[in-house]
């Protein structure tokens, strides 16, 4: 469930004429802000998307490389997964300015 409206109906006018009619999808900035923050923190520590994968399993959190590229690339992913990976990575901090 959603949150945030991410969608919205465009539609130009006036009295007489219609010009335009669209949707638009804004930005969701805090997505891109996790998933920006997450693959930092990979980088950081030298690792790739593989390389997550099978430090998720040794703490015994099954994903695949795809499951794990889909999840960055939509930048929605629990924050659950989120410590999961940075508990697999080793770190205990965190910045949020990325």
């Known amino acids: 469930m959603r949150t945030t409206l991410d969608r919205y109906i465009v539609i130009i006018y006036d009295n007489y004429n219609i010009w335009a009619i669209g949707i638009t999808v804004q930005p969701n ?18 690792l790739s998307y593989g390389d997550l994968v099978s430090k998720l399993k040794e703490i015994g959190v ?37």
Not at 77 to 84: D, E, G, K, P, T
Not at 89 to 94: A, K, L, S, T
């Open 29 to 46: 900035h805090w997505n891109d802000k996790a998933a920006n923050i997450l693959r930092s923190e990979l980088t950081r520590s030298g």
């Open 62 to 98: 099954i994903e695949t490389y795809a499951g794990i590229a889909n999840k960055l690339s939509r930048g929605s992913f629990s924050f659950v997964f989120f410590l999961q990976c940075m508990q697999a990575i080793g770190r205990q901090d965190v910045n949020l300015d990325e």
